[in-house]
């Protein structure tokens, strides 16, 4: 849709991905298998256990190695600002891995929206004018590099931006702006070097830089159902900022944000759901009861071909958002829709296949010792995340429910006489 | 030889074959035993028997020119020849003078075929059933009843699956045959169905003579002949690409904007969760499809039936709901065929609604998918079988 291919940001600097729909990449293959690697070893259940009840609740060793030696935390941002260079999509299979893994770190804040913010304001005019580029670029570079970490500000309303929702207001000084204001429950916040906030200024809401340590900024730690996906209360008394993206941009860069950020937390869910799915089949197999293996129950064994049914689903949607978002074709792909159709595909299939996990382990699925609680609380939160799922059938139900395809089918009306002639 | 070149012999060849018989005036059967003689039938067939010898992916190729042109679907006109007879044949057949007796006039669709498998004792337990064949000089001897035959009544040729050896356990006491519908003994009714219509027949069979030669494959491997023929119906069942938003969707999706009286909010959402399970289904084929092309299928080829039918139903129960006590009106039970001209053969909405309940169990019924994802997919453990290992004859039976 030229319509929405013209809302982007003029020039986005993602490159756009010519690979067909559904093909990975011999590159690809090999990056999500180093990455499994990777996960398996510094990523393992003790290690996430380890990390979510730390302060911070990630390993910044692990972090900053996932950034600066596997290059997988900006792997779509351009060469020019210290990225890999790659597309969203390279950026997906290294978040389904990592999805997978449970992985700790800042993924949330950092590489789902914060990154892909910055790399969109970097192509809108904004920044060129204002001299910004060259200090978005030392950001993006820190923040792909796992070196500093960073958080995203804005209160999404059902994972849309609302310019009347902003809570932040910004002032004008003479160094640049002053934001006052308080945004709650913002992922990944606690920990983040650098926060970026959407303020309304003099002409209407824009996105501004903050130094998370500096002055004027204050964060309440919040206690959350998931340890691995922590939330702090941000409260900013005319804290000193710098402005990303003004009036005329902000709102572009912001759904650009939030949508790619919804099509990675939907890969995300399908990693994720993906490992549970596999534990919970090798569970079935091996568990005895009545003498036999609890799987060869049909009981069992139909829930768990639900889940696959599930799980392949939210695969496909995850998939063709990711594709929508990086289509250099320009074809009908409608980023908007088909981010929603994952949300809300995905939200409901991670949820299904963490409840069953836990029902089918039975006893032992409910203990803290067991890693289905972890995963159960993660697919909550992802689900609740950049909209829930019912908010974003509601979505799907404005875009497609007014636009029959075709003719509605006759319905009978007692009148005819058995040989189906039209009414 | 590569795929290129390939794709250029299938485009040349439909293209000329469409040029020399335009389907728009030449009658279907000229037209089809033209696609036939040019290699375009199944074009992974070999040279000679509808085929070119090339990908197998190739055919939406040819099919596109073709259809394209204004050619019909052969699979709409001879479902059962098209999608289960001609790959079990080629494969299974004891010669090439079988292959091409029968292979050109199912092209053509002069030959309807039909498939002689369910039985009133055996359904999911395919396996488990009981007509007999009994060699007889150079020929067989067959007796039983057939059920659930779509088409029987059209039918030149039967896809039929027998009983050889009653004595050793049921798959390998199967042998597989194909039997002339128009041979002494072999007696078609309709079965009429909960629509009123009469889609499907019971076959009768009395002292049927088979030749020896219309044997496909080894007596004893029926089962095994079997499942190529049920493996070739699944993936025609679940296969096919599709806009976004076609099918029974689309109806449902047409129906409610063509009666804004009738919505309210908990409907609008319960159409919103259908119109997303038929679009993740959709996107799950046309990945299927992408994998397809660069290695073998992956699990998600193997979800479409199960997924197709039971959204049919909850779609077409939508529809019901929608219309409330309009929906309580029918066009009259006066029976007829499935086969009916004129109006779209499905009837109207409510004659959908009826005829979808057949969709969970026609084709194997949604348990048995089931149980095939967690066994074959997932690699789950089997049930427990009451009759294995057992002779056929003394399993219980009712």
């Given at each position: 849709m030229a319509e929405k291919l013209a809302d982007q940001p003029e020039g986005a600097a993602e490159k756009l991905a010519d690979q067909p729909e559904f093909t990975f990449t011999d590159e690809q293959k090999q990056l999500r298998a180093a990455l499994r690697a990777f996960c398996a070893e510094y990523a393992d259940e003790s290690s996430v256990r380890a990390s979510m009840?730390?302060?911070?609740?990630?390993?910044?060793?692990?972090?900053?190695?996932?950034?600066?030696?596997?290059?997988?935390?900006?792997?779509?941002?351009?060469?020019?600002?210290?990225?890999?260079?790659?597309?969203?999509?390279d950026q997906a299979v290294a978040v389904e891995e990592l999805g997978a893994a449970l992985a700790c770190g800042p993924l949330f804040g950092t590489v789902y929206l914060v990154i892909p913010a910055l790399v969109a304001a970097l192509g809108s005019g904004d920044a060129s004018e204002s001299g910004d580029i060259s200090k978005i670029g030392e950001e993006l570079a820190a923040l792909a590099d796992g070196t500093r970490t960073a958080a995203f500000a804005v209160g999404d309303v059902a994972g849309e931006f609302d310019a009347a929702a902003v809570t932040v207001d910004a002032a004008p000084t003479h160094q640049g702006w002053a934001l006052t204001g308080t945004v709650p429950r913002v992922v990944d916040a606690g920990a983040a070097d650098s926060l970026l906030v959407a303020a309304k200024g003099p002409d209407g809401p824009g996105i501004y830089a903050v130094d998370a340590k500096g002055p004027g900024v204050q964060r309440i730690s919040?206690?959350?159902?998931?340890?691995?996906?922590?939330?702090?209360t941000v409260e900013l008394s005319d804290a000193p900022a710098r402005l990303v993206a003004g009036a005329d941009y902000a709102a572009r860069v912001i759904t650009r944000a939030l949508q790619v950020g919804s099509a990675l937390l939907a890969v995300e869910q399908v990693g994720a759901a993906q490992h549970l799915l596999d534990l919970s089949v090798e569970y079935a197999k091996a568990r005895l009861q009545f003498g036999r293996p609890i799987g060869s129950f049909q009981a069992v064994k139909h829930r768990l071909a639900d889940d696959l049914v599930a799980l392949e689903h939210a695969r496909s949607t995850a998939y063709h958002a990711i594709w929508a978002l990086s289509d250099g074709t320009g074809d009908a792909l409608d980023p908007e829709l088909a981010v929603s159709i994952a949300q809300a595909t995905c939200s409901a299939a991670f949820t299904q296949v963490a409840t069953d996990t836990i029902q089918v382990h039975g006893g032992i699925g409910f203990t803290w010792e067991h890693q289905a609680h972890l995963y159960y609380k993660r697919a909550y939160t992802d689900a609740a995340l950049l909209g829930t799922a019912e908010q974003h059938r509601a979505r799907v139900a404005e875009l497609v429910l007014g636009v029959p395809g075709k003719d509605a089918p006759r319905v009978a009306t007692g009148t005819a006489t058995g040989t189906g002639a039209p009414s | 030889m590569s795929a290129g070149t390939d794709s250029d012999r299938v485009t040349q060849a439909a293209h000329r074959v469409v040029a020399e018989h335009d389907p728009r005036s030449v009658p279907i059967p000229e037209f089809l035993g033209a696609c036939f003689d040019a290699g375009l039938s199944w074009v992974h067939f070999p040279e000679g028997l509808g085929g070119l010898g090339v990908s197998r992916g190739l055919q939406a190729v040819a099919d596109r020119i073709l259809q394209d042109a204004g050619g019909p679907v052969p699979l709409a006109l001879n479902p059962m020849g098209y999608g289960m007879a001609a790959p079990t044949v080629r494969e299974h057949a004891q010669s090439d003078d079988v292959r091409k007796t029968l292979l050109r006039p199912l092209a053509t669709t002069e030959d309807i075929w039909c498939q002689l498998f369910s039985e009133p004792g055996a359904g999911s337990d395919l396996a488990g059933l009981a007509t007999s064949a009994v060699a007889d000089g150079e020929n067989w001897v067959v007796n039983g009843q057939k059920v659930w035959t779509s088409l029987a009544h059209r039918a030149r040729w039967g896809l039929l699956l027998a009983r050889t050896d009653p004595n050793v356990p049921k798959h390998r006491g199967l042998t597989y045959f194909v039997l002339d519908m128009h041979a002494d003994g072999v007696q078609t009714r309709p079965l009429r169905q909960l629509t009123g219509h009469a889609e499907f027949n019971e076959v009768y069979i009395t002292d049927a003579r088979i030749p020896d030669s219309y044997r496909l494959g080894a007596v004893g491997d029926g089962w095994r002949v079997a499942m190529t023929t049920l493996m070739n119906e699944r993936s025609a069942l679940g296969g096919s690409a599709s806009r976004r938003g076609a099918g029974a969707i689309g109806d449902a999706v047409a129906l409610w904007a063509s009666r804004p009286d009738l919505h309210t909010p908990v409907l609008r959402d319960r159409l919103t969760i259908l119109w997303l399970r038929a679009e993740s289904q959709r996107l799950t084929s046309e990945r299927s499809r992408a994998s397809a092309t660069v290695g073998g299928p992956g699990p998600e080829g193997s979800i479409?039936?199960?997924?197709?039918?039971?959204?049919?139903q909850h779609i077409y129960g939508f529809c019901m709901d929608l219309l409330g006590p309009e929906g309580l009106l029918y066009d009259g039970y006066a029976m007829r065929d499935g086969a009916a001209s004129g109006e779209d053969w499905r009837g109207s909405v409510q004659q959908r609604f009826l005829?979808?309940?057949?969709?969970?169990?026609?084709?194997?019924?949604?348990?048995?998918?089931?149980?095939?994802?967690?066994?074959?997919?997932?690699g789950l453990p089997g049930d427990l079988r009451a009759d294995?290992?057992?002779?056929?004859?003394?399993?219980?039976?009712?």
């Open positions: 009840e730390s302060d911070p609740p990630f390993d910044a060793k692990v972090w900053s190695r996932l950034g600066s030696e596997l290059g997988v935390l900006g792997l779509a941002v351009p060469e020019a600002q210290g990225g890999a260079g790659g597309t969203l999509i919040l206690n959350t159902l998931d340890l691995t996906r922590p939330q702090a | 479409g039936k199960l997924v197709g039918a039971e959204l049919n005829r979808s309940r057949a969709n969970t169990i026609e084709g194997g019924t949604s348990e048995v998918m089931r149980n095939i994802l967690a066994e074959r997919v997932l294995a290992g057992m002779p056929w004859k003394e399993i219980p039976r009712g």
